[in-house]
């Protein structure tokens, strides 16, 4: 007999959600007087951003590196006990600033549904546009809905649709929380913030420190000057392999997108190693 094991671990995902993320405040599909709601939350703002700005531009007095270096430690072990049981979890990044109603924002929306139907948990970084469509189509379709924000120095909101979001002070620390959680990327239209963490993602498959990660470009007609560019530029001054291309399934069908995921999550050890609540450390 012919084992699907996609479908076993995804049966498996589905009936063994996490039970610890903070439920929903009000509505399940926020109405209108929600998203008009002058007290919604509001992330904290970061500072002016000096204490990045000093930590980024050389030594410091040895006490104020030891002091800073336990604060990247305390974010890292808040950044563990939040995320330990929310997975597996599927990556979903964009740019903010498309509106409900862009083709993109509903390709996102799409996308967070089906990531919902096969059972996973979709993560943005919380805010708007693409990364609200994402946790949208998750919460429409029943599924856990994470946001993992970095603090700036303006004020911003978290979309709706979260059942729980953290904050970050640092990029690094944020990064390494999306990858360590995730089974794969799916990558909307976006700027900097969005190509930093492509690149990021697939340098890590490239160099074979993480494995069998999808990462899915979604929105064919954006990215083909980057595909041309990979192609005609980097593949022919040979500073990329030819076979490095890839590793980056790009498509418009969220069919195809989790197709890769499910294939990849049949490889997957997760749900044989499936972390254990531990109540001396509340959990």
């Known amino acids: 007999m012919c084992i699907d094991y996609a ?17 929903p405040t009000g509505p399940a599909i926020p109405t209108d007087e929600v998203l008009a709601d002058p007290n919604r939350p509001i ?24 002091f800073r270096a336990t604060r990247i ?25 498309f509106p409900p109603g862009h083709p993109y924002y509903e390709m996102g929306r799409e996308v967070g549904k089906r990531i ?19 946790n949208r189509g998750a919460r429409e379709a029943g599924g856990r809905s994470i946001g993992c924000n970095i603090v700036l120095p303006m004020e911003q909101q978290p979309n ?4 729980k979001f ?63 560019f990979l192609q005609t530029t980097m593949v022919a001054n040979k500073t990329i392999s030819p076979e490095d291309i890839n590793l980056l399934t790009v498509t418009d069908s969220p069919d195809v997108a989790i197709k890769a995921i499910r294939d990849a999550l049949a490889t997957k050890a997760y749900f044989q190693n499936r972390p254990k609540r531990n109540k001396l450390l509340a959990e």
């Open 7 to 23: 479908d076993v671990y995804i049966e498996s995902a589905m009936n063994s959600q996490p039970d610890n993320l903070t439920p």
């Open 43 to 66: 992330w904290r703002m970061g500072p002016s951003g000096e204490d990045e700005t000093a930590f980024l531009e050389g030594p410091r007095a040895r006490l104020s590196e030891f």
């Open 73 to 97: 430690f305390a974010e890292f072990i808040r950044g563990f006990r939040a995320l330990h049981f929310v997975g597996p979890c599927v990556t979903v990044f964009g740019s903010a600033r």
């Open 116 to 134: 919902a139907k096969t059972g996973l948990t979709t993560m943005t970084g919380g805010g708007p546009g693409i990364m609200e469509a994402a």
């Open 160 to 163: 709706p649709y979260l059942d």
């Open 166 to 228: 953290v904050e970050f002070r640092y990029f690094f620390v944020r990064k390494v929380m999306l990858v360590k959680y995730s089974y794969a990327f799916v990558v909307l239209p976006g700027g900097f913030g969005t190509m930093d963490e492509l690149f990021e993602a697939v340098t890590l498959v490239q160099t074979r420190k993480i494995e069998n990660f999808p990462v899915v470009l979604m929105g064919e007609s954006y990215w083909r000057p980057l595909l041309d």
